[in-house]
T-cell receptor, first 111, second 116 residues
Framework: DQQVKQNSPSLSVQEGRISILNCDYT??????FLWYKKYPAEGPTFLIS?????DKNEDGRFTVFLNKSAKHLSLHIVPSQPGDSAVYFC??????????FGSGTQLTVLP | DTEVTQTPKHLVMGMTNKKSLKCEQH?????MYWYKQKAKKPPELMFV???????INESVPSRFSPECPNSSLLNLHLHALQPEDSALYLC???????????????FGQGTRLTVV
């Protein structure tokens, strides 16, 4: 039973345009949702989070939207840069602050 | 200092060997975690330590034995592993107190384990 799903394994975007990464979840007990970026052979790096009681959080080029009724969240990156190319994981946070990750989306930003 | 340090970075071990993975953080975080990541898969939770006590074991086989000697250190002892245990093992830490503003877990670079 996948509690967090990322249905797009890959996404290609032109530099300067908007990247939109999507995530769905089934577990209503998550108190926060987090986005991590990961390069091969490295640990995940935190990007941005959103509380389950909010619907939007913005940090620079990154904005996360949460639609609680649809159990859906999305990460918007604007403008996209080639250095943003990486695997992006969505995660839900449990009561011990442990994370349940989605399967990831490989973002490629084309120059 | 927002680092989680894992050693070694790479480890090759035989199926009869005993080895240990080490993780260290000095951020004062009272929750520490072991995750396992196979190629092209997401990290999967193995163990959670809260205030140096094991609080979650995600039905991990006993050939993996975690240990938390103090609030800064987390070990994962390995014995009689199988080739399918080859993976990237990630350590993470986070704050636990409800009043803290930080929400994220910080991850180490991981140990790339190969069982031969």
């Amino acid at each position: 039973d996948q509690q967090v799903k990322q249905n797009s394994p890959s996404l290609s975007v032109q530099e300067g345009r908007i990247s939109i990464l999507n995530c769905d979840y089934t577990n209503s007990m998550f108190d926060y949702f987090l986005w991590y970026k990961k390069y091969p052979a490295e640990g995940p790096t935190f990007l941005i989070s959103i509380s389950s009681i909010k619907d939007k959080n913005e940090d620079g080029r990154f904005t996360v939207f949460l639609n609680k009724s649809a159990k859906h969240l999305s990460l918007h990156i604007v403008p996209s840069q080639p250095g943003d190319s990486a695997v992006y994981f969505c995660a839900g946070r449990g009561s011990a602050r442990q994370l349940t990750f989605g399967s990831g989306t490989q973002l490629t930003v084309l120059p | 200092d927002t680092e989680v340090t894992q050693t070694p970075k790479h480890l090759v071990m035989g199926m009869t060997n005993k080895k240990s993975l080490k993780c260290e953080q000095h951020m004062g975080h009272r929750a520490m975690y072991w995750y396992k990541q196979k190629a092209k898969k997401p990290p999967e939770l193995m163990f959670v330590y809260s205030y140096e006590k094991l609080s979650i074991n995600e039905s991990v086989p006993s050939r993996f034995s975690p240990e938390c000697p103090n609030s800064s250190l987390l070990n994962l002892h390995l014995h009689a592993l199988q080739p399918e245990d080859s993976a990237l093992y990630l350590c993470a830490s986070s704050q636990l107190e409800a009043w803290t503003m930080g929400t994220e877990a910080f991850f180490g670079q991981g140990t790339r384990l190969t069982v031969v």
